[in-house]
T-cell receptor, first 113, second 113 residues
Framework: NAGVTQTPKFQVLKTGQSMTLQCAQD?????MSWYRQDPGMGLRLIHY???????DQGEVPNGYNVSRSTTEDFPLRLLSAAPSQTSVYFC????????????FGSGTRLTVV | DAKTTQPTSMDCAEGRAANLPCNHSTISGNEYVYWYRQIHSQGPQYIIHGLKNNETNEMASLIITEDRKSSTLILPHATLRDTAVYYCIVRVAGGGSNYKLTFGKGTLLTVNP
């Protein structure tokens, strides 16, 4: 049981490039989400999904796309990277009921130059 | 979701109990109190949560006041590895967008030798 796995751990992009941050969980969790964390700040929700085929926007969705074709995977796509997207990205999942906590991945550190 | 107020930072001596307060005076009857922590550069880690009653698990205890307007997270015997930012989060019960977590800036707990 690996929990929530994020790849890559580090990435440097040039402005305008695209890439996909991968997130996979093996706990059969319904709910998955993506957060970003900027220096000295708390986490902010980008997008979330309450199940396969269902996604919705969070607090800071602009510049990011998501899809949820399977229960296990929830990739985050940057279509045209900008320096403002330099951040640490965390993926999280939960079984969905109120008596479950979230499991977070170890993060992807993205730098856009 | 109700807003929370936490001290910016706290210190604790190793081996002593760490008591981290959280004010959530506008909490609603169906909102849970969750605690997470984030050790430097890692993903957040779920600690404990509760609705009305005090809760205890292998990591910590959660004391919620009778009027539910504040709570205290207790680490009974703090170690150096407990140095982290601790987040108190209040979240509405239910599904859909209510699954999201809203992070504030948390409390930086420093455990000193």
């Amino acid at each position: 049981n690996a929990g929530v796995t994020q790849t890559p751990k580090f990435q440097v992009l040039k402005t305008g490039q695209s890439m996909t941050l991968q997130c996979a969980q093996d706990m059969n969790h319904e709910y998955m989400s993506w957060y970003r964390q900027d220096p000295g700040m708390g986490l902010r929700l980008i997008h979330y999904s309450v199940g396969a085929g269902i996604t919705d926007q969070g607090e800071v969705p602009n510049g990011y796309n998501v899809s949820r074709s399977t229960t296990e995977d929830f990739p985050l796509r940057l279509l045209s990277a900008a320096p403002s997207q330099t951040s640490v990205y965390f993926c999280a999942s939960t079984a969905g009921a109120n008596n479950y906590g979230y499991t977070f991945g170890s993060g992807t550190r993205l730098t856009v130059v | 979701d109700a807003k929370t107020t936490q001290p910016t930072s706290m210190d604790c001596a190793e081996g002593r109990a760490a008591n981290l307060p959280c004010n959530h005076s506008t909490i609603s009857g169906n909102e849970y109190v969750y605690w997470y922590r984030q050790i430097h550069s890692q993903g957040p880690q779920y600690i404990i949560h509760g609705l009305k009653n005090n809760e205890t698990n292998e990591m910590a205890s959660l004391i919620i006041t009778e009027d539910r307007k504040s709570s205290t997270l207790i680490l009974p015997h703090a170690t150096l590895r407990d140095t982290a930012v601790y987040y108190c989060i209040v979240r509405v019960a239910g599904g859909g967008s209510n699954y999201k977590l809203t992070f504030g800036k948390g409390t930086l707990l420093t455990v000193n030798p």
